[in-house]
């Protein structure tokens, strides 16, 4: 039997950056995120696989490629999965992302939440949701929010787990992410995160202020108020990355074309149109609006010289699992 797990990228609108212990990988700060429809992590998962039991170690293959460093990642959390729950198998891992790798979307969080469902129920145990979350943010931080669909939390206190705020289909939005480069990032979330909280300056203010970004962004979601969520989604985002530029010796994730996207949906705000957007630890910008400004969103993007690549999607749902 193989269990496959289907789950979709998310994009943080109040932003997760630092963890407050990294052996339980528990962040130092909530988080609210929208879920990202059209792509995919398809993972599939055997424990009995014959491969890997006869070699006694985990086979592990991404995009159909074994990397040292995502294979390292993927049998550590195995291997503690395996201790927790006292299984003695071996697995065999086949994950596909079908959204390009440069496209700035975390693998990593749709990665490891397909991993954890695919693990639960390919060993025939059913987790509450939380517990699932959490054994996904034991992979990856976000990856606890990959697991439900439209706007979720994921909370700082306690073993963090996330929870949905509002499905996909009680607030549409689109998001239209612009490729500024395709070039893999130098500074990974997780070291970076790690230096920020060691290093800026501002990291405790930045901890210190993320409960007033959260109420007022789950205010805004609670009420369906487009403008109120494009404002705190905005801030945020600039709040981390300024975070991000004052760790020495300086982690800037932007480029030219970044900016030239950030000034042309502040000059679409300003014109009125409801749309906002967020940057993640890369140079794409996800452009976030309601279904109806979309179009023109879209052609006021559509000339900028600085993007390679216009991505379309909506809000994506729960996670999927089966068993074959
Ligand atoms: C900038 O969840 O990828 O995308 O927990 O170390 O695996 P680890 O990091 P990760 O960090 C995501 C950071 C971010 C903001 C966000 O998604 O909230």
Redesign the pocket.
Known sequence: MVAVAKAHPNI?LV???G?RSEAE?LPDVG?I?ITVSGMLTTTKLAWDDPEANTDGRDVVIVNGESRPDEVGKVSAWLSRFREHNNISQFARVESINDFPTGAGL?S??SGFAALAAAAFADAELSPTREELSRWARRG????ARSLHGGFVELFREGDSHATQILAEDEWPLDVHIAITSSLRKDVG??SG?KTSAERCPYYGAWVESQEADLQTAREAIAAKDFEKLAVITEESCLK?HSVMMATPPGLIYWNAGTLEVVHRVRELRRQGVGVTYTI??GPQVKVICEPQNSERVKDALNDLKGIERLIHAGLGGDIEVTRQ
Not at 140 to 143: D, K, L, N, P
């Open positions: 943080a932003k997760y950056w963890k990988m988080s995120s975390a990593s969080a990856s931080v976000s990856a979330s997780t995160m981390m993640d630890a």
